[in-house]
């Protein structure tokens, strides 16, 4: 079966510091794979997603980078936090044309 | 703008009884629909899905899409309170697969 795993669970940065968060997926292939924040009391905002290594669809202008280096790797970075990046973030995968899956979060307070 | 719309709640409903969650949808060409659970401080699980016109159950879940109305429902039958949660909508628009579109939630309260 599939699993998908995030770390940290939580993290607490200061403004301006770098940011490294890391999805990773068991038990398939070739997944799309997703980033998503929420900020607190909202929706889903999609701010990556990548269809394969190196493919990365950026779908909101922001301070934030993406990157897959391997088939079920798939990492979210910042090099200058801002306030307004606080919020859960969370990793998915799915293989087309099903449906996704997300994994535990990350639940991000800039200070 | 592909949107994809919920009355954001709280809905509130006693236990045992149907709650039923709404869904309109933008993009007249969307074929694939979801419905995901989300309890307070976790990630969404996913809980339904629909694919066609009409009616779909799993267990107390039974999912309900009209295409020709843009809608999606979700009635939860013989709801209980760890039914409480918000739910959300999300939506595969024409075009591809690649991405879902999201509802802003509606939360569930069920009380005894």
């Known amino acids: 079966s599939q699993t998908i795993h995030q770390w940290p669970a939580t993290l607490v940065q200061p403004v301006g510091s770098p940011l490294s968060l890391e999805c990773t997926v068991e038990?398939?292939?070739?997944?799309?794979l997703y980033w998503y924040r929420q900020a607190a009391g909202r929706g889903l905002q999609l701010l990556f997603y990548?269809?394969?290594?190196?493919?990365i669809s950026s779908e909101v202008p922001q301070n934030l980078s993406a990157s897959r280096p391997q088939d079920r790797q798939f990492i979210l970075s910042s090099k200058k936090l801002l306030l307004s990046d606080s919020g859960f973030y969370l990793c998915?995968?799915?293989?087309?044309?099903?449906?996704?899956?997300f994994g535990p979060g990350t639940r991000l307070t800039v200070t | 703008q592909k949107e994809v719309e919920q009355n954001s709640g709280p809905l509130s409903v006693p236990e045992g009884a149907i709650a039923s969650l709404n869904c309109t949808y933008s993009?007249?060409?969307?074929?694939?629909f979801f419905w995901y659970r989300q309890y307070s401080g976790k990630s969404p699980e996913l809980i339904m899905s629909?694919?066609?016109?009409g009616d779909k159950e799993d267990g107390r879940f039974t999912a309900q899409l009209n295409k020709a109305s843009q809608y999606v429902s979700l009635l939860i039958r013989d709801s209980q309170p760890s039914d409480s949660a918000t739910y959300l909508c999300?939506?595969?628009?024409?075009?591809?697969?690649?991405?879902?579109?999201f509802g802003a939630g509606t939360r569930l309260a069920v009380h005894p």
């Open positions: 629909i694919y066609s016109n």
């Open positions: 999300a939506v595969a628009p024409s075009g591809g697969y690649n991405k879902l579109i």
């Open positions: 990548s269809v394969g290594i190196g493919q």
């Open positions: 038990g398939t292939s070739n997944p799309n």
């Open positions: 998915a995968w799915s293989v087309p044309p099903t449906e996704q899956y």
């Open positions: 993009d007249r060409g969307s074929q694939s």
